[in-house]
């Protein structure tokens, strides 16, 4: 399995701006498409984002549409997550996940590794 680490999580005021990385190691990171998905407290974990393992299959959750961007660099073993206007209902725990061979899902029994998570909190 790949190993993935989360950064860049924090506390931010609603309409700001924060950027997540997830930095693989372990496997050849091109072999992996890669997802976003976040967990508030006292609620299910919800897809985010996904992209494919060449970054052009794109997929985002209406939730997030217009304001998120997920993007990935193959050469630094990264995906990241821009996220833009935030608000308070954006405040979770975001993973980063990993599927080998796959396409970019939202069906997150697929991924095969998941990250430690970030907290992402966005006050009103």
């Known amino acids: 399995q790949v190993q993935l680490v989360e950064s860049g999580g924090g506390l931010v005021q609603a309409g700001g701006s924060l950027r997540l990385s997830c930095t693989a190691s372990?496997?050849?990171?091109?072999?992996?498409?890669m997802g976003w998905f976040r967990q508030a407290p006292g609620k299910e974990r919800e897809f985010v984002a996904a992209?494919?393992?060449?970054?052009?299959?794109?997929y985002y959750a209406d939730s997030v549409k217009g304001r998120f961007t997920i993007s990935r660099d193959n050469g630094k073993n990264t995906v990241f997550l821009q996220m833009n206007s935030l608000k308070p209902e954006d405040t979770a725990v975001y993973y980063c996940?990993?599927?080998?061979?796959?396409?970019?899902?939202?069906?997150?029994?697929?991924?095969?590794?998941w990250g430690q998570g970030t907290q992402v909190t966005v006050s009103s």
């Open positions: 996940a990993a599927e080998f061979g796959g396409i970019a899902t939202a069906r997150d029994y697929q991924y095969d590794s």
């Open positions: 372990g496997r050849t990171f091109s072999n992996y498409a």
């Open positions: 992209v494919g393992r060449t970054g052009r299959v794109i």
